[in-house]
């Protein structure tokens, strides 16, 4: 059936490291975006990509990347510069935005831990 | 701060009972609405949304009421099942059409039904 995955469900990294987490959908939408949610608080922007190949720097972008060489997949690498690490991050996509706003589907997230 | 917050960051209910939940919001602006469902571990799960050209749209069970002039929205459940039990929360779109990047949620509202 359609939907978002985000791969692996639990990361545990040690600082320092990098770590990539997965998203991939399969419901032919054109954007995806990234979320952080932490305890207590709202959903922040990381990245968004409106269409393949170009990605824009959300709320709160220090310390991450991303690429989107494909329109299925949009992974995001938390890097070593990521003060705060550990977090659920959420991936979620969208149909294309010039069609007028529309819901963004979530993934089930992926929780990373870093000690 | 945020544009979005809500008026009970907790809501217990009984099973049967309808379930009303908050949201304020200071945006004048804002013409796109939507509301999410949580459940513990999991990605957020689309429930309704709301243009700002209407004050009330209903779905399956779940009605979504918008005031604008006191900038207010909520979302009423009708006859709560346990099945309910979540993390509700409310987003707000003040980027116009087609600009879901600008999407500000808020920090939601933990339901409990109570059978």
């Known amino acids: 059936d359609g939907g978002i995955t985000q791969s692996p469900k639990y990361l545990f990294r040690k600082e320092g490291q990098n770590v990539t987490l997965s998203c991939e959908q399969n419901?032919?939408?054109?954007?995806m975006y990234w979320y952080r949610q932490d305890p207590g608080q709202g959903l922040r922007l990381i990245y968004y990509?409106?269409?393949?190949?170009?990605?824009q720097k959300g709320d709160i972008a220090e310390g991450y990347s991303v690429s989107r060489e494909k329109k299925e997949s949009f992974p995001l690498t938390v890097t070593s510069a990521q003060k705060n690490p550990t977090a659920f991050y959420l991936c979620?996509?969208?149909?294309?935005?010039?069609?007028?706003?529309?819901?963004?589907?979530f993934g089930n997230g992926t929780r990373l831990t870093v000690t | 701060g945020e544009s979005v917050g809500l008026h009970l960051p907790t809501l217990s209910v009984q099973e049967g009972d309808n379930s009303i939940i908050n949201c304020a919001y200071s945006?004048?602006?804002?013409?796109?609405f939507i509301w999410y469902k949580q459940e513990s571990g999991k990605g957020p799960q689309f429930i309704i949304d709301i243009r700002s050209n209407m004050d009330k749209r209903q779905g399956q069970r779940v009605t979504v009421l918008l005031n604008k002039t006191v900038k207010h929205l909520s979302l009423q459940i009708a006859a709560t099942q346990p099945g309910d039990s979540a993390v509700y929360f409310c987003a707000e779109n003040i980027g116009g059409r087609g600009s879901n990047y600008k999407l500000t949620f808020g920090k939601g509202t933990l339901l409990t039904v109570n059978p």
């Open positions: 945006n004048s602006a804002s013409d796109y």
């Open positions: 990509s409106q269409i393949v190949n170009d990605f």
């Open positions: 419901l032919n939408h054109d954007a």
């Open positions: 979620a996509s969208s149909r294309t935005p010039g069609q007028g706003n529309s819901p963004l589907h």
